[in-house]
């Protein structure tokens, strides 16, 4: 009766078909939250480093703008990315059109393909 049962049912892995993720943290957003995290401290450390009277503050407000841009991010690509990010790719244009063909050796080979004219009309019999 096991061997029954064993042949009715397969072992699958539950890991198939699931997104890579670092704990809570999708795999797919992991890069462009660095670049967000680190795009916020040159903003804030860099352009506007000298408005800020102590350290604490510059770290809260890098903080809160890192925290604004990676949530923005994560709304809008996180789940069903596709539906944001595939606005920006570019769709090619068809055209139709007609290209000359020009030799490479410089040599004119329509003149000798193209049939000569008769000086004299022909004579029909």
């Given at each position: 009766?096991?061997?029954?049962?064993?042949?009715?049912?397969?072992?699958?892995?539950?890991?198939?078909?699931?997104?890579?993720?670092?704990?809570?943290?999708?795999?797919?957003?992991?890069?462009?939250?660095?670049?967000?995290a680190l795009t916020?401290?040159?903003?804030?450390?860099?352009?506007?480093?000298?408005?800020?009277?102590?350290?604490?503050?510059?770290?809260?407000?890098?903080?809160?703008?890192?925290?604004?841009?990676?949530?923005?991010?994560?709304?809008?690509?996180?789940?069903?990315?596709?539906?944001?990010?595939?606005?920006?790719?570019?769709?090619?244009?068809?055209?139709?059109?007609?290209?000359?063909?020009?030799?490479?050796?410089?040599?004119?080979?329509?003149?000798?393909?193209?049939?000569?004219?008769?000086?004299?009309?022909?004579?029909?019999?």
């Amino acid at each position: 009766m096991s061997e029954e049962r064993e042949q009715d049912f397969r072992p699958v892995n539950q890991i198939l078909g699931a997104q890579p993720s670092l704990g809570p943290i999708p795999a797919d957003q992991i890069f462009p939250w660095l670049v967000i995290a680190l795009t916020s401290y040159f903003i804030i450390n860099g352009v506007f480093g000298g408005l800020f009277a102590d350290d604490f503050q510059k770290w809260l407000w890098t903080i809160l703008i890192a925290g604004w841009g990676i949530a923005t991010w994560w709304i809008l690509s996180g789940g069903r990315s596709w539906r944001f990010l595939s606005k920006f790719i570019g769709v090619p244009t068809w055209t139709r059109g007609f290209a000359r063909y020009q030799s490479l050796l410089e040599i004119n080979h329509e003149a000798k393909n193209r049939k000569k004219k008769h000086r004299y009309p022909r004579k029909r019999k």
